[in-house]
């Protein structure tokens, strides 16, 4: 069996050689839900019911984020580490690069997959990226978490992407924005493959 490096309670959220992801509709706190993970992956502990543990040689994470400007990223950053209780500053470098050249890396978070496609809707394109997934899990023995908007009429994953997404990720959690206290959102597992 793989090493589980992610949890929630009893149920497996990720492990080593696997990918998985978060998705909702805009504004559901997508990015909040993966800070919470990356948090817990960071300190070795529980952040927000998320209990984190890599192995000591794949302590490295590399966070990756292709929607937001510079700014909004460095911001997103900061939660992070100030949820994990860590000093602020952090560089990021490119993701192939990073994930091959970084010996100790557990696991990898790209928030916003969709713009590492130029087409979502492009059944070829999607498979490729998703095979590209496939590849750097298992040859790195890593996890990568990924961030995936739904559709906005309705709760599917966008596009062919979305679909390659739900057939080959470990666990695909759905973020959902609480209908009376718009400060709360609410984390079930779309499809998973351990118990929901």
């Given amino acids: ?7 929630v309670d009893d149920s497996v959220i990720g492990t ?4 998985s992801a978060s ?5 559901s706190k997508k ?6 993970i990356v ?26 984020d292709t929607e937001q400007s510079r700014f909004h990223c460095k911001r997103v950053l900061c939660r992070i580490l100030r949820l994990a209780g860590l000093p602020t ?4 470098r490119k993701i192939e690069e990073a994930i091959y050249d970084l010996d100790d890396l557990g696991l990898v978070v790209i928030d916003g997959i969709r713009d590492l496609a130029h087409d979502i809707n492009s059944p070829g394109e999607a498979t490729d990226l998703i095979t590209k997934l496939m590849q750097w899990t298992d040859e790195r023995r890593i996890h990568i978490h990924t961030v995936l908007h739904l559709n906005k009429g309705d709760d599917n994953t966008r596009g062919h992407l979305g679909t390659e997404l739900n057939n080959k990720a470990e666990t695909v959690l759905q973020i959902t924005k609480d209908d009376f206290d718009r400060d709360i959102s609410s984390v079930a597992a779309m499809h998973i493959r351990d118990r929901d």
Avoid: H, Q, W
């Avoid at 069996?1 to 949890?7: G, K």
């Avoid at 080593?16 to 990918?19: A, D, E, K, Q, R």
């Avoid at 948090?39 to 890599?54: F, H, I, K, R």
């Fill in 16 to 19: 080593l050689g696997n990918f």
């Fill in 89 to 92: 500053d952090v560089r990021l």
């Fill in 1 to 7: 069996a793989p090493p589980v490096i992610l949890r």
């Fill in 39 to 64: 948090a817990a992956a960071m300190t070795g502990g529980t952040v927000l019911n998320y209990s984190a543990s890599l192995p000591p040689e794949r302590r490295r994470i590399l966070y990756v």
């Fill in 23 to 27: 998705t909702g509709k805009a504004k």
């Fill in 31 to 36: 990015t909040f839900n993966v800070c919470a």
